[in-house]
Each structure stands twice: as structure tokens, then as C-alpha cells.
């Protein structure tokens, strides 16, 4: 099967590289990803010390009951595959895939 491409108005083809996976073992939390994402794909939680996900209250205190502040993906079917959160990324914490490849 070939892979899902859009042609650009320039007539160029561009094949646009869907969001897979995030590395919970090298991601820091630091939330770059986040801030570049244009389509409200991606979410911070906490990780308690069993690596069970914990939610994170944006008012509470720093010492939360969470070990650490991984990013998720919430919402991979409104992902556009701009792959702008891998390039700001610097953990290198992002798989990406082509539809059909
Ligand atoms: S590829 Fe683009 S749309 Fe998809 S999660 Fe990354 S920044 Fe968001
Ligand atoms: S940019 Fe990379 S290290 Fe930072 S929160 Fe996103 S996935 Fe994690």
C-alpha cells in the first residue's frame, strides 16, 4: 500500500508522518512539545514511583505525589503530522509513521 501524501499548492508532494509514540524512559517532561503542537494532540502527566499515570493539578504544589512528568498522547487522531513536536524535542522521545507505509 502506498503511503497517504498530500500535494502541495506549490505542487510539491509532501507525505505528512503521524505521531506513534513518545518514550516515557527518555522524556523529561520539559513540555517544548507541547507549546509547538498546532492541533492540541499531546498531554503532560505524572508518573508515580509504580509508573502508574497520575493526573497533574496546573494549580497545586510542586511536591505532588507524582516521581516524574512524562508527555502523552491524548488525542492521535486530530495529529496532522507536521512533525513539529519531534524536531523541537530534545530527548529525541518521538516515533513517527506514514498512513499506509
Ligand atoms: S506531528 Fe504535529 S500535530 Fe502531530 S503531535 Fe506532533 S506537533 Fe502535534
Ligand atoms: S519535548 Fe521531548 S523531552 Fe520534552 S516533554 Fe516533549 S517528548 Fe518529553
Redesign the pocket.
Known sequence: MSAFTVTLPSGEVWTP???QRIDEATCIGCGR?FK????G??ELVGLDEDGERVMIDPDGDEDEEYEKKVMTIAHGG?????????RICPKKCYT?AALGS
Open positions: 508522518r503521524f505521531v512539545c509547538v503542537c498546532p492541533q494532540v499531546l486530530k495529529c496532522i503530522g507536521c512533525t513539529a513536536c519531534s513517527h
